[in-house]
């Protein structure tokens, strides 16, 4: 209850906040994702997913990076999303809009799968701007079709899970830095009912690999 009352009250503040302060927005330099590694260690990425217009402009990233990565000995692989948003607000109008990071939990319901399972759990991988942070973890089901999903929220140094708290920092960070980048990262794999842990265990592997480059791609 009190989540929700704090994050309403930010919501109410967005139109004070972007009107009246820091008009000008800081876009940070950061390293584009076509430059972004192929391949870590056993796990390679054959060829990075090239969305239609369509779709970015649903997104709203600015940039991103889709790519299923594989290994040899394993049995499915991971599919590796980052969407960079270099602003989350409307080039006019100044309030919150297309450009704004979509939840994945609101998303995936309309692509045909339920969600069947969601936790927020701790994710200590070397690399993280929080050690240990706090990330989402998703059980997804669409027929008789299982998938683990892992995402976060990552804007300007810190690893969010939840919804509130990332409207939250959008706008304290949009009066306090005159930023409202970010970014989200999702880890996808499919599984058997019978081995979610050897999907856990091949997303964390990945994730152990992924995460202490990001910072070039995501700047704090």
């Keep these: 209850m009190i989540k929700g009352v704090v994050a309403l009250v930010f919501l109410a ?9 820091a008009a000008t927005q800081v876009i940070p330099e950061r390293i584009p994702f076509s430059a972004f590694p192929r391949s870590f260690d056993a796990w390679r990425c054959e060829q990075p997913f090239e969305m239609d217009e369509k779709t970015l402009q649903n997104l709203g990233a600015s940039d991103y990076f889709a790519c299923l990565f594989t290994r040899e000995d394993a049995v499915a692989g991971v599919d590796l999303y980052v969407g960079y948003h270099e602003t989350q607000i409307r080039e006019e109008g100044g309030g919150a809009g297309e450009n704004s990071i979509h939840p994945p939990k609101h998303c995936l319901p309309g692509s045909g799968w339920d969600i069947i399972a969601h936790d927020v759990v701790v994710m200590d991988v070397d690399g993280l701007p929080q050690q240990p942070a706090r990330v989402n973890r998703l059980v997804i089901a669409k027929g008789e079709a299982r998938q683990l999903v892992y995402y976060w929220y990552q804007t300007q140094g810190r690893v969010i899970a939840e919804d509130w708290r990332k409207i ?3 706008s304290w960070d949009r009066l306090r830095r005159h930023r409202t980048d970010g970014a989200l990262v999702r880890f996808t794999t499919p599984f058997n009912p019978k081995s979610e842990q050897a999907a856990d265990d091949r997303v964390l592997e990945l994730a152990h690999h992924v995460v ?9």
Aim: aromatic residues 28%; proline residues 10%.
């Design 13 to 21: 503040a967005n139109l004070y906040v972007y009107h009246w302060f």
């Design 212 to 220: 202490p480059v990001l910072g070039a791609y995501v700047p704090e």
């Design 168 to 170: 939250v920092f959008l």
